[in-house]
């Protein structure tokens, strides 16, 4: 065998059956060695076009017919490419008259059989780069010295296909999708965890657009976002459903980066694809949580405002049913004076009996307070309507779908909910514009002006003193925007960057779980594409504000979110 580094130029046939490179001798390294090749997981994988590349780059320089990357295993080279060679293996042992072993002992003895080591950093031999022709050739330096460059590009090959082997495993382990798709949308490669998120097959994706595995609903808004990421804008982040093959969609979230070389050609984008229906499930389960908080803290104040109004109504049916008893007894001796059977009791008497009736009724009492119990038993009920009516506007049930929704209408009714616990606080001002309705999930906004008022009244109760809740409404740059104001003690400006984190919260243990502006900024942003922003000075109150279009872009990714 020729050590191609150092040999001369005609050191090109090399005779005599043992010097075939596939024995190695030493069983110790050998067995070390076979369990180098093992970490590389090569053997028997799929043909691969960049090792054919460098069979044929071989083929071109040497002029040879056969050119074959080969990796020895415990009996047998396994060939992962190979030119002018049709077989996929042949024995190592130079003993075994094997066909192939016949023609490259041929190539030896009376052709050209060259071949250079693939040898890895830590010196294993796990194969070699072979080049073979039926007739003498004589290799010039630089072509021999390719070759040998040739062989260590296989081992870079597999050092990097290793490295992407454990980079595959890591990511598959955590159920993500990594994925390269060119500048035409179309799926250059994708882990094998495609397969298990979509159904669909890895090869038979490849070459397709990965906006054909969107959602039609989603698809205008994905290609649109992707884009941006093509041009190097900010990388995307991209909420979709994905279709499953013979299944329901999977919501997933994608964040892409653009791809570019060192000339700065834009190659596409690489990204990651993370099923999100685990992480969705956690979100509503922790909104119905919050929500649940908020109510709890709440069912006092309500119990009290529908008990003071039920307690008066209550008073006042008592009342007029007493007058009612008065008022009829009245009315029978009316009756029984003016019966014209009763002709025999002179009309002094008659009259005598009506006024000691009129006196045990009170008639003037009745006429001053009938009235007004009556007046207060409706305004009573209309109080407990308006109550329900709220209440019914704040629990109204979380559907994936928006509809029109009239903002002001669920303001007003968050302050009818929460007023028992912001009236003890401070004083609620509504400024409500004339907005028009706005196409959101009700529901889950609900529960944003609830806590944006709950967190007003905590941080005006904090300073001692009675302060001013401020609620707005108005029409500003095409969108609607709510804010809630408070005369608290404000936030410090390096903890208004941390509000809206999960958990982080500024109010004592026990009265917060950090959770309310972190959904708020959800639901805002994430949900309805709108946008949440704080402003606070320390010692003069937050204002939170939140913008919301009007209606959704007519691309919009539907119930993805």
Same mark, same amino acid.
């Given at each position: 065998?020729?050590?191609?580094?150092?040999?001369?130029?005609?050191?090109?046939?090399?005779?005599?059956?043992?010097?075939?490179?596939?024995?190695?001798?030493?069983?110790?390294?050998?067995?070390?060695?076979?369990?180098?090749?093992?970490?590389? @997981?090569?053997?028997?994988?799929?043909?691969?076009?960049?090792?054919? $590349?460098?069979?044929?780059?071989?083929?071109?320089?040497?002029?040879?017919?056969?050119?074959?990357?080969?990796?020895? $295993?415990?009996?047998?080279?396994?060939?992962?490419?190979?030119?002018?060679?049709?077989?996929?293996?042949?024995?190592?042992?130079?003993?075994?008259?094997?066909?192939?072993?016949?023609?490259?002992?041929?190539?030896?003895?009376?052709?050209?059989?060259?071949?250079?080591?693939?040898?890895?950093? &830590?010196?294993?031999?796990?194969?070699?780069?072979?080049?073979?022709?039926?007739?003498?050739?004589?290799?010039?330096?630089?072509?021999?010295?390719?070759?040998?460059?040739?062989?260590?590009?296989?081992?870079?090959?597999?050092?990097?296909?290793?490295?992407?082997?454990?980079?595959?495993?890591?990511?598959?382990?955590?159920?993500?999708?990594?994925?390269? /798709?060119?500048?035409?949308?179309?799926?250059?490669?994708?882990?094998?965890?495609?397969?298990?998120?979509?159904?669909?097959?890895?090869?038979?994706?490849?070459?397709?657009?990965?906006?054909?595995?969107?959602?039609?609903? &989603?698809?205008?808004?994905?290609?649109?976002?992707?884009?941006?990421?093509?041009?190097?804008?900010?990388?995307?982040?991209?909420?979709?459903?994905?279709?499953?093959?013979?299944?329901?969609?999977?919501?997933?979230? /994608?964040? #892409?980066?653009?791809?570019?070389?060192?000339?700065?050609?834009?190659?596409?984008?690489?990204?990651?694809?993370? &099923?999100?229906?685990?992480?969705?499930?956690?979100?509503?389960?922790?909104?119905?949580?919050?929500?649940?908080?908020?109510?709890?803290?709440?069912?006092?104040?309500?119990?009290?405002?529908?008990?003071?109004?039920?307690?008066?109504?209550?008073?006042?049916?008592?009342?007029?049913?007493?007058?009612?008893?008065?008022?009829?007894?009245?009315?029978?001796?009316?009756?029984?004076?003016?019966?014209?059977?009763?002709?025999?009791?002179?009309?002094?008497?008659?009259?005598?009996?009506?006024?000691?009736?009129?006196?045990? @009724?009170?008639? $003037?009492?009745?006429?001053?307070?009938?009235?007004?119990?009556?007046?207060?038993?409706?305004?009573?009920?209309?109080?407990?309507? *308006?109550?329900?009516?709220?209440?019914?506007?704040?629990?109204?049930?979380?559907?994936?779908?928006?509809?029109?929704? &009239?903002?002001?209408?669920?303001?007003?009714?968050?302050?009818?909910?929460?007023?028992?616990?912001?009236?003890?606080?401070?004083?609620?001002?509504? $400024?409500?514009?004339?907005?028009?309705?706005?196409?959101?999930?009700?529901?889950?906004?609900?529960?944003?002006?609830?806590?944006?008022?709950?967190?007003?009244?905590?941080? /005006?109760?904090?300073?001692?003193?009675?302060?001013?809740?401020?609620?707005?409404?108005?029409?500003?740059?095409?969108?609607?925007?709510?804010?809630?104001?408070?005369?608290?003690?404000?936030?410090?400006?390096?903890?208004?960057?941390?509000?809206?984190?999960?958990?982080?919260?500024?109010?004592?243990?026990?009265?917060?779980?950090?959770?309310?502006?972190?959904?708020?900024?959800?639901?805002?942003?994430?949900?309805?594409?709108?946008?949440?922003?704080?402003?606070?000075?320390?010692?003069?109150?937050?204002?939170?504000?939140?913008?919301?279009?009007?209606?959704?872009? *007519?691309?919009?990714?539907?119930? #993805?979110?």
């Amino acid at each position: 065998m020729s050590d191609l580094a150092t040999a001369p130029p005609e050191a090109t046939r090399l005779p005599g059956r043992a010097s075939l490179p596939w024995s190695l001798g030493d069983t110790d390294d050998e067995t070390r060695r076979l369990r180098a090749l093992a970490r590389y @997981a090569i053997l028997d994988t799929p043909r691969d076009a960049t090792f054919d $590349d460098l069979v044929g780059v071989a083929v071109q320089l040497t002029g040879c017919q056969v050119a074959a990357i080969g990796f020895y $295993d415990a009996a047998r080279v396994w060939f992962k490419a190979a030119v002018g060679l049709d077989a996929q293996e042949c024995p190592r042992d130079v003993r075994v008259s094997d066909p192939l072993t016949i023609r490259w002992f041929e190539a030896v003895e009376s052709g050209t059989f060259v071949s250079v080591p693939c040898v890895t950093s &830590d010196g294993y031999t796990l194969g070699c780069l072979v080049v073979a022709d039926p007739q003498p050739k004589q290799l010039s330096i630089a072509a021999r010295v390719s070759l040998a460059a040739l062989a260590r590009q296989v081992v870079h090959l597999l050092e990097l296909r290793r490295t992407l082997l454990s980079y595959h495993t890591v990511v598959d382990g955590v159920g993500n999708v990594v994925f390269h /798709i060119d500048e035409q949308g179309r799926l250059v490669s994708v882990t094998p965890t495609w397969a298990k998120l979509t159904g669909f097959g890895v090869v038979r994706s490849l070459g397709r657009a990965l906006s054909d595995f969107v959602h039609e609903d &989603d698809r205008d808004r994905f290609t649109e976002q992707l884009g941006a990421g093509q041009s190097g804008q900010t990388p995307p982040v991209v909420l979709c459903r994905l279709l499953r093959l013979g299944g329901a969609d999977v919501p997933v979230e /994608i964040v #892409a980066r653009g791809l570019v070389d060192e000339g700065g050609r834009h190659l596409g984008l690489v990204g990651v694809i993370a &099923d999100i229906t685990e992480r969705q499930a956690r979100e509503v389960e922790a909104q119905h949580l919050q929500k649940l908080e908020a109510l709890g803290r709440l069912s006092a104040g309500l119990a009290h405002e529908i008990n003071t109004p039920i307690q008066f109504v209550g008073d006042n049916a008592r009342f007029l049913a007493e007058s009612y008893q008065t008022m009829l007894k009245l009315l029978l001796t009316y009756r029984k004076v003016l019966d014209v059977e009763s002709g025999a009791i002179p009309w002094w008497e008659r009259q005598e009996l009506i006024q000691q009736a009129e006196r045990e @009724a009170d008639v $003037d009492y009745l006429a001053e307070e009938v009235p007004a119990a009556v007046e207060q038993s409706l305004e009573g009920v209309e109080r407990v309507a *308006s109550l329900v009516r709220a209440m019914k506007t704040f629990s109204h049930p979380g559907t994936t779908e928006k509809a029109p929704a &009239d903002l002001n209408e669920a303001l007003r009714a968050t302050m009818t909910v929460a007023r028992n616990q912001v009236k003890y606080i401070a004083d609620e001002v509504l $400024d409500l514009g004339d907005i028009p309705l706005v196409v959101c999930n009700i529901a889950d906004l609900n529960q944003v002006f609830l806590n944006m008022v709950i967190n007003a009244a905590d941080a /005006i109760e904090e300073t001692g003193e009675r302060g001013a809740i401020t609620i707005t409404s108005c029409l500003q740059d095409g969108q609607v925007a709510v804010s809630v104001s408070d005369t608290g003690a404000g936030i410090p400006e390096p903890l208004q960057l941390k509000i809206f984190e999960p958990f982080f919260t500024t109010k004592d243990v026990g009265r917060g779980t950090g959770q309310g502006l972190a959904l708020a900024r959800a639901v805002v942003h994430d949900q309805h594409g709108g946008s949440i922003t704080v402003r606070s000075r320390v010692g003069a109150g937050t204002t939170i504000t939140i913008h919301l279009p009007i209606e959704p872009p *007519s691309d919009e990714l539907g119930s #993805a979110s």
